[in-house]
């Protein structure tokens, strides 16, 4: 069965963790899709598309979601540049 670019991005990049109280706000969820997609030259889906999908595959409060992998590594560095 072909899985969708959501489901890739969610495989590749996120994890659950519901022991944890932090989670990923839509901010931070959207920008790290934003960051998946950019290293792995996919094209970005417009937010209202992002959201429509992820209604279908995470849970609404997003409980336990943490972010992984080469785009969260990407995701930090451009969101705090003083990092560097």
Same mark, same amino acid.
């Given at each position: 069965?072909?899985? &969708?670019?959501?489901? @890739?991005?969610? /495989?590749?990049?996120?994890?659950? *963790?519901?022991?944890?109280?932090?989670?990923? $706000? %839509?901010?931070?969820?959207?920008?790290?899709?934003? &960051?998946?997609?950019? @290293?792995?030259? /996919?094209?970005?889906?417009?937010? *209202?598309?992002?959201?429509?999908?992820?209604? $279908? %595959?995470?849970?609404?409060?997003?409980?336990?979601?943490?972010?992984?992998?080469?785009?969260?590594?990407?995701?930090?560095?451009?969101?705090?540049?003083?990092?560097?």
């Amino acid at each position: 069965m072909a899985h &969708s670019q959501f489901d @890739i991005f969610l /495989q590749e990049a996120t994890y659950l *963790d519901q022991t944890s109280e932090h989670v990923l $706000d %839509r901010d931070r969820l959207y920008g790290l899709y934003t &960051s998946w997609c950019f @290293i792995n030259q /996919q094209p970005l889906s417009p937010e *209202d598309s992002f959201w429509a999908a992820m209604r $279908d %595959r995470i849970s609404p409060d997003r409980s336990g979601l943490h972010m992984k992998g080469p785009a969260a590594t990407d995701y930090i560095m451009a969101s705090y540049p003083g990092l560097v």
